[in-house]
């Protein structure tokens, strides 16, 4: 994957945005360093099936930390890698999650299991909590995945969701679904293949014809 900015310079980049906002400590920068490999390879691997033409140069997949939708994704995968290290890095894993939602208006906790291919466009204001998501998922700006009296979603491949989109609750969305701008799905299942307009109780449901 091509950087547009070297290793070292992303790492340093990170470090001094989490020391600017909040502290760091020496350790933690060591654990950032021993992370960042298999973060960059997390990011390649999502990057390049993304048709956005910002995401590749040169026929190479690619990654520019001063696209914010590019560094909304790192730094997810950056929080979640150093999460799963184990209870001690937990402080740190919340600085970082800290940090995508002050620069990105993103609120993707390192908790939540997004799945190796997600994109994101201009995810202002989005809160993307617990489910199951499949490969391929796609929201835009202010969408909500959540819970509803506990139950969560079950989110299928390829689903995307338009501007203002929410599902939460006890949801069976199926395979290439799009949630379209300001529709609210609440605990009921929607088909593959559909095209969803309205809020629940009063969906509208058309064929996706992709």
Do not use: W
């Not at 001063?66 to 994704?73: D, T």
């Not at 989109?165 to 293949?193: E, F, L, T």
Request: charged share 20%.
């Amino acid at each position: 994957m091509k950087l547009e900015i070297s290793k070292l310079d992303l790492q340093h980049l990170v470090e001094k945005q989490i020391d600017n906002l909040f502290l760091i400590h020496h350790h933690e920068r060591n654990i950032i360093s021993r992370c960042l490999d298999s973060v960059l390879e997390r990011c390649e691997y999502c990057f390049k099936h993304t048709q956005n033409k910002y995401y590749s140069q040169k026929n190479l997949t690619y990654f520019n930390p001063f696209h914010s939708g590019q560094y909304s994704i790192f730094l997810y995968f950056l929080s979640s890698e150093i999460f799963h290290l184990g209870e001690e890095t937990r402080t740190l894993a919340d600085r970082i999650y800290y940090l995508n939602k002050c620069m990105n208006g993103l609120d993707l906790l390192y908790e939540v299991n997004m799945p190796r291919i997600f994109f994101l466009d201009h995810p202002v204001g989005s809160v993307i909590g617990r489910a199951t998501f499949g490969d391929y998922f796609a929201f835009s700006q202010n969408c909500t995945v959540g819970n509803n009296k506990g139950e969560f979603p079950v989110i299928g491949d390829g689903v995307s969701m338009q501007s203002g989109a929410k599902i939460v609750g006890k949801c069976k969305v199926g395979d290439n679904v799009i949630i379209s701008a300001n529709s609210y799905v609440k605990d009921v299942d929607i088909p593959s293949n559909s095209i969803v307009f309205g809020s629940s109780p009063n969906l509208i449901l058309k064929k996706n014809k992709f």
